[in-house]
């Protein structure tokens, strides 16, 4: 049975795994910080770990990044898009109206995940400009802390998963600013992993860093890929932290790292003096094709 390292119980992490692997059975290790989720992985304690990358509404989680970029050496296997459905979970009786309606003024405080708040701030600004607005750790943590402080008029953005666990109520579902609301999901572990899911695209990530006295390297860089008619899906510059004003840039090319073209494409890069780190070649599947197949 694969073990699995990944975020607190009731997170979009938790639900998002499930989903990946559908009936097949995993031992799940739940981890309250996402530098332990990275670490399980890369002391052997776990298989795989599950990391968020990107998101719709608030784009990279750079924190993320960083981990998989500077704090481990391990590679992608797996990537996969699941929906972010974060719902307003609390204590109706503490709220409901003498209608039988839900009376946001009763709301003193909303804590969540600081990506999730960000994900739900028309709903919070429209229903309880009043509320304290307080970040933890995950949507699971904040869940729990309203399980642990009865009327104090206390609610949490999270999951529905989250909700069942420490049965409370949702008081408000779906209340992301945005409907396509998605997160990508990475799974990094020493092995390939084969999912019984058909339709995966090959998608290879890269890191590529510019030699410092070569003007127009980038551009350079680009044409290797297009005149080979290799598709960028993703290009992003971070700092190498090794001083300032030095950058790396992330690149997602779709196309197998086997495949015929991308290795000459990263020979013809590293003739130009950069330096290529390859951080994965892996399939990556849709939530489209997820949700028709599992």
Not at 81 to 95: A, F, T
Not at 126 to 137: C, K, S
Request: aromatic share 8%; glycine share 6%; hydrophobic share 40%.
């Amino acid at each position: 049975m694969k073990r699995i390292a990944l975020l607190p119980e009731g997170t979009v992490s938790h639900e998002a795994v499930l989903h990946l692997f559908g009936e097949e059975p995993v031992e799940l290790h739940h981890f309250k910080q996402i530098s332990d989720v990275f670490l399980a992985t890369e002391k052997g304690q776990t298989d795989y770990s599950v990391i968020p990358m990107e998101n719709t509404i608030e784009g990279s989680v750079s924190l993320h990044m960083d981990w998989l970029v500077h704090e481990v050496d391990v590679p992608m296997q797996v990537e996969w898009v699941y929906p972010s459905i974060q719902n307003l979970i609390g204590r109706r009786s503490e709220l409901v109206s003498a209608a039988g309606e839900n009376d946001y003024s009763q709301v003193s405080r909303v804590l969540s995940h600081p990506v999730a708040m960000a994900q739900c701030m028309k709903f919070l600004k429209t229903h309880m400009p009043h509320a304290e607005l307080e970040n933890v750790g995950s949507t699971a943590e904040a869940i729990e802390l309203v399980k642990h402080n009865p009327g104090e008029g206390w609610t949490a953005i999270g999951t529905s998963l989250g909700a069942r666990q420490h049965a409370l109520d949702i008081l408000a579902s779906r209340v992301t600013d945005h409907d396509n609301n998605y997160t990508r999901f990475v799974l990094i572990g020493p092995k390939p992993l084969q999912i019984p899911v058909q339709g995966a695209q090959d998608k290879t990530s890269i890191l590529v860093t510019l030699p410092e006295d070569f003007p127009g390297a980038l551009h350079q860089v680009l044409s290797a890929f297009a005149w080979r008619k290799l598709n960028l899906s993703r290009i992003e510059s971070r700092p190498t932290k090794k001083r300032l004003g030095s950058y790396y840039f992330y690149m997602d090319v779709l196309a197998a790292l086997d495949a015929v073209l991308l290795p000459s494409a990263i020979e013809e890069i590293e003739a130009l003096g950069c330096q290529v780190r390859v951080l994965g070649s892996y399939p990556s599947y849709s939530s489209k094709v997820l949700n028709s197949e599992v």
